[in-house]
Nanobody, 126 residues
């Protein structure tokens, strides 16, 4: 069983919405923080949003998705969500969730994450 399992990607028209889910299993259930990233072909993995997993609901967003994407969690289901609306063609990428199990590192950096999901493809048609 994977430590993180994403789902919810697919093909959507520009302006549409999708909700991604990421289920935490095993060691990631007790993560400190979790985040969403994406990676388009030929580009580096890009930070989108992050949330404190245990405790306060502090969140962070990149400027590119602020106001369009919302990160949330359901601790009872060990599930992280990314609600995406107003999708644009440039949002097309593979989306990954990540888990940070040791505190003290910035959640906006890929280097701060200890586990990654397998990724889910989001394709936005114009």
């Amino acid at each position: 069983q994977a430590e993180l399992a994403e789902s919810g990607g697919g093909l959507v028209q520009a302006g549409g919405s999708l909700r991604l889910s990421c289920v935490a299993n095993g060691r990631t259930v007790s993560s400190v923080g979790m985040g969403w990233f994406r990676q388009a072909p030929g580009k580096e993995r890009e930070f989108l949003a992050a949330i404190i997993w245990t405790g306060i609901d502090a969140t962070w967003y990149s400027d590119s998705v602020k106001g369009r994407f919302t990160i949330s969690k359901d601790k009872a289901k060990n599930t992280l969500y990314l609600q995406m609306s107003g999708l644009k063609s440039e949002d097309t990428a593979v989306y990954y969730c990540g888990a940070q199990t040791r505190a003290g590192r910035p959640l906006q950096s890929t280097l701060s994450y200890d586990y990654w999901g397998q990724g889910t493809q989001v394709t936005v048609s114009s």
